[in-house]
């Protein structure tokens, strides 16, 4: 977070005040006081222009405490439907991937709905009958608003083509409502050409043709999985950034990386910045900073292409920072 800060500040033009205010949440206040996201935090965070989340988790919080109290709490409280991830193979960067792909896609992952919402329930818990139901939420306003988005994102590229990821021959209801939409939509798009991929088969193309995708648009818990597997193939979850956007403006955006918190290397500054350094460009070119956004993004990629050996976290830092300067 403090070299996400570093570069976000050397990237603002010198008449821009750039004001921050730090909150100490995740498993650090959980064990102070039990709370995760407290109200009057919540509050106060409503009034900002953006979000800079870091890396949180901790093996000594239960799992889904943080998850669910902190991470989900945001975007479900701030609307941040679109769920935004790139997927893009730097130069210099290796992939595990054989040969030389470009990769270079984006996936508008939706981020209120799905299985998400915790609509479900047990029965008969602890016994042998137990039943466990995870109701996926799906509505006609939440697909259409993402779609919207993802073609918007797709006309504005260069290669202008959607691909709607889904599972429509099995999940029929709500694969069903998502591709009509997903059709619907796409009359008022002309020169944007689109493609249906069920999930399973993306994932073989995300491995194998990965050059195939521009635009991705998928549901949330599809969007999930298809990005951690987007961040293996364009040089790991180190680099791969994020933006949980509420395009309205009616709460602030929230930028952060993909990844989560790495207890095992904490306090010896050998984490890599990157992907929270780029999550702050997509901050940028969220508030309209596009030049400053460019620059970040510039700098990351020279940075990667001339890696050789082990920097420490300020060390990253501190190079992003005076690129973006210089
Ligand atoms: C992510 C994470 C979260 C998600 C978890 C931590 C709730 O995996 O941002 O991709 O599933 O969205
Ligand atoms: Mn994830």
């Known amino acids: 977070m403090a070299e996400g800060l570093k570069v976000l500040s050397a990237a603002l033009p010198a008449d821009v005040k750039l004001e921050t205010t730090e909150y100490d949440l995740g498993a650090r206040l959980y064990h102070r006081t ?3 996201l407290p ?3 919540l509050e106060e965070l409503k009034d900002r222009d953006a979000i800079l989340l870091g890396a949180i988790g901790d093996p000594s919080v239960p799992s889904g405490v943080l998850e669910r109290g902190l991470l989900l709490k945001l975007r479900f409280a701030f609307d941040h439907h679109i769920n ?3 997927g893009k193979l730097f130069p210099g960067v290796k992939s595990p991937l054989a040969g030389d792909p470009q990769i270079d896609f984006v996936v508008v992952r939706e981020g209120t709905e799905g299985p998400y919402v915790g609509n479900g329930g047990t029965l008969r818990a602890g016994t042998e009958q137990e039943v ?3 109701v996926s939420l799906n509505t006609a306003f939440g697909i259409e608003r993402v779609v919207r988005d993802a073609y918007r994102r797709a006309q504005a590229r260069p290669r202008k083509k959607l691909t709607l990821v889904h599972k429509n021959n099995v999940l029929v209801h709500a694969g069903h409502l998502w591709t009509r939409i997903f059709q619907e939509v796409g009359r008022e798009f002309p020169e944007v050409t689109t493609d249906y991929l069920h999930v399973d088969a993306a994932t073989i193309f995300f491995v194998t043709q990965p050059e195939r995708f521009d635009v991705i648009v998928t549901d949330n818990l599809f969007g999930d999985i298809l990005t951690d597997l987007a961040a293996a193939v364009t040089g790991g979850i180190g680099l791969a950034a994020s933006g949980n956007i509420n395009p309205t403006g009616a709460f602030p955006s929230m930028f952060e990386p993909v990844h989560g918190s790495a207890p095992d290397i904490a306090g010896q500054g050998k984490a890599d910045p990157t992907a929270t350094v780029l999550s702050v460009a997509m901050l940028l070119e969220h508030l309209g900073y596009t030049a400053e956004a460019a620059k970040v993004e510039a ?3 020279a940075d ?3 890696r ?4 420490s976290t300020s060390e990253v830092g501190d190079a992003l920072a005076a690129r973006v300067s210089g």
Do not use: F, Y
């Open 304 to 306: 990667l292409a001339e």
């Open 39 to 41: 109200d009057a935090v």
């Open 308 to 311: 050789t050996g082990a920097r």
């Open 132 to 134: 466990a139901t995870e």
């Open 84 to 86: 935004l991830r790139p």
């Open 34 to 36: 039990g709370e995760t």
């Open 299 to 301: 700098a990351v990629a």
